[in-house]
């Protein structure tokens, strides 16, 4: 009886390791398991690396699955100006393990007109901001984009601009209904004193002197920077990079591969345009005017061939001036000086931030403490100092938006002398002002790279990529991004602080890399359109002539 036993138990054992192994040998099939060991053996036997294992670690690898995103994290950091701010990291499954693969973070910036709220209300806008951004991570879009393929950067964008315009939309409606408030009973307005007639009077006879000037076209409507909007921009940078890291290529190789055109073999690096002097409405003189006088340095000149001897140790002082024509003097003295010639070895731009110096209550530019000048005042000045100073080439933001016939007049006037440049960050789908030749745009808040392809894309030639004063302290993708996206410019700002020091750096790497490969093209083969650029009018002009010439 125990002899049976003993040969039945033996005989389920044989019958169940007969059963394991062909399921084994199944499972192998239809994965292919044996003839990729052996396709990786016959590699290693033909190779014979130094590294065995090496090699067969990077085969399969090469053949497993391809990364998912696994969830995100948005935690709360401070950017370069001691401000809070948020990071977002992308964790991703790489060959069965979680893998922290990128984190990323975009600047808050705060529209034109929010920079009335006082230090306090802008503190506590900036909690809340950076609050909602965590927590908009953390929860909703961690689930949203669980599962979905890192190197989807046009997918995952749709994804992240959706939820934004949900929320967007949700904030509006609750705005709207907040404002609808039940009717007040009436308030008689008690009878004006002796002191407030003769007060009246005399802006009524203000305003009339105002009538022979042309009406003040009030400021248009801003809108308020979306709680939370941090989230999108951060989230959709720490995704490219996250894309190019699993692609193994350079983030402006796999930014250049997005823009859907065939993939370059050649690349330039974009000029970087340093600021020299600040002499904005926040400087101790009383000019308010030039709030940045930015170098553009002689074309085909490298990153670190740029003449930045002009600049002091400490970037880009603070300077007190009462006068336009004093810092540009100064400039003009200092070139004189290391031997440079202003208008051949380097050229200028000023960024003249003329929302900033509106006084709407008497419909005039402050242009230094007590110096109040109408557009066409303004327009005026413009014109003298470009008569005087010709290295200046071009003028970003001369006037408010609003002000559109004195844009389209100083362009005009100038013609091909001075380039006018406007800040999109905030208006991008606006239509064109009229006589701008360049654009300036900021990766801030809930701008997707997609958003930043399509908005180059379509001022194709005339973008500046910019910087805001409160950049993150580690993120160099800017660079990048200007880079891999085949722009002319890029504004850093002055030489000094981390952040902005980090960028240079990264478009001197860059430079020396494309260098060594091969592949990089000198910029005078690149005539920038800062200098030789048509208006928005002049190439919409001529894209209908072109239409209209073409057999119907």
Not at 239 to 260: C, E, F, N, R, S
Request: charged share 25%.
């Amino acid at each position: 009886m125990s002899s049976q036993g003993s040969v039945s138990r033996q005989s389920k054992e044989e019958q169940d390791l007969y059963e394991m192994k062909k399921a084994a040998a199944e499972f192998y099939r239809v994965n292919r398991v044996p003839q990729e060991i052996e396709r990786a053996l016959g590699q290693l036997l033909l190779l014979q690396p130094q590294d065995l294992y090496g090699y067969l670690a990077d085969y399969f690898t090469n053949l497993s699955a391809p990364p998912r995103i696994s969830r995100l994290k948005g935690r709360e950091v401070y950017d370069a100006s001691g401000q809070l701010s948020i990071e977002a990291e992308v964790f991703c499954i790489v060959c069965n393990k979680e893998k922290s693969m990128s984190s990323a973070a975009v600047s808050s910036h705060s529209a034109p007109m929010e920079t009335s709220l006082d230090w306090k209300a802008k503190s506590q806008e900036r909690v809340d901001h950076v609050v909602t951004a965590v927590q908009w991570i953390n929860e909703p879009l961690n689930s949203m984009l669980k599962d979905q393929n890192p190197c989807a950067q046009s997918e995952i964008d749709h994804i992240l601009s959706s939820f934004f315009m949900a929320r967007y939309l949700e904030e509006k409606t609750r705005n709207r209904e907040n404002s609808c408030s039940p009717s007040q009973p009436e308030v008689v307005a008690p009878s004006p004193t002796p002191m407030q007639t003769k007060e009246k009077k005399n802006a009524d006879k203000v305003k009339k002197s105002n009538m022979a000037e042309k009406p003040f076209v009030p400021a248009e409507p801003s809108e308020p920077v979306l709680h939370g909007s941090l989230a999108i921009g951060s989230l959709s940078l720490a995704v490219v990079k996250t894309g190019a890291q699993i692609q193994g290529i350079p983030l402006y190789k796999y930014i250049a591969a997005l823009t859907g055109r065939e993939a370059p073999t050649q690349f330039h690096i974009p000029a970087s345009l340093v600021t020299l002097l600040s002499c904005g409405k926040t400087s101790p003189g009383k000019l308010n005017l030039l709030k940045e006088v930015i170098l553009i340095p002689k074309m085909g000149q490298g990153v670190k061939q740029a003449p930045q001897a002009v600049v002091c140790d400490s970037g880009a002082p603070t300077v007190s001036y009462e006068r336009p024509e004093q810092p540009l003097d100064l400039i003009t003295e200092a070139c004189s000086n290391l031997e440079l010639t202003l208008g051949t070895d380097i050229h200028l731009a000023v960024n003249c931030a003329a929302h900033e110096l509106m006084d709407y209550s008497k419909g005039k530019y402050e242009v230094a403490t007590g110096v109040l000048k109408s557009p066409d005042e303004l327009a005026d000045m413009y014109q003298t100092l470009i008569c005087k100073y010709p290295a200046v080439v071009a003028l970003i933001d001369p006037f408010r938006r609003e002000d559109a016939d004195q844009w389209e007049r100083l362009s005009k006037a100038t013609g091909h002398t001075c380039s006018l440049i406007s800040d999109i960050t905030y208006k991008s789908q606006a239509p064109p002002l009229p006589g701008v030749r360049g654009f300036i745009l900021k990766p801030v808040n809930e701008t997707t790279v997609s958003d930043l392809i399509c908005i180059t894309s379509k001022h194709k030639g005339s973008v500046l990529m910019g910087t805001t004063s409160s950049e993150p302290c580690n993120e160099e993708s800017l660079s990048d991004i200007a880079v891999g996206l085949g722009l002319d410019y890029v504004i850093l700002g002055g030489l000094s602080g981390a952040q902005r020091m980090l960028k240079y750096n990264r478009l001197i790497s860059i430079e020396e890399e494309l260098a060594q490969q091969g592949i990089l093209v000198s910029k005078e083969k690149h005539p920038p359109p800062l200098l030789h650029g048509k208006t928005q009018e002049q190439n919409r002009e001529d894209s209908l002539k072109e239409h209209s010439s073409q057999p119907v």
